[in-house]
């Protein structure tokens, strides 16, 4: 094999992009998932500086919410209280 080749993201023999990535997006466990009849994983949730700032704050006062004082910080932040449980158990 020629020095070309490994250049050339066409050959089939180079290391470009399309020897290092699957060629079906997602890989095999999503079709598995799929076959299955799951429901895809929820994508992460990317808070805002506000959003964490208002979080950081609260969690400095008080390690651990009621479920009343969890429900008014994500009515606060426009979030689920399942968002916010979860940011707790991660942050303590």
């Known amino acids: 094999m020629g020095s070309d080749e490994l250049e050339n993201?066409?050959?089939?023999?180079?290391?470009?992009?399309?020897?290092?990535?699957?060629?079906?997006?997602?890989?095999?466990?999503?079709?598995?998932?799929?076959?299955?009849?799951?429901?895809?994983?929820?994508?992460?949730?990317?808070?805002?500086?506000?959003?964490?700032a208002y979080l950081e704050r609260k969690f400095r006062c008080q390690k651990y919410l009621s479920v009343a004082d969890r429900s008014d910080v994500a009515d606060a932040l426009n979030l689920s209280e399942t968002q916010v449980k979860t940011w707790y158990q991660n942050r303590r």
């Open 9 to 52: 993201p066409e050959h089939p023999d180079s290391e470009g992009e399309r020897g290092i990535y699957p060629s079906s997006v997602g890989g095999p466990e999503n079709s598995v998932e799929a076959a299955k009849g799951r429901k895809p994983r929820r994508r992460r949730t990317a808070f805002t500086h506000a959003q964490l």
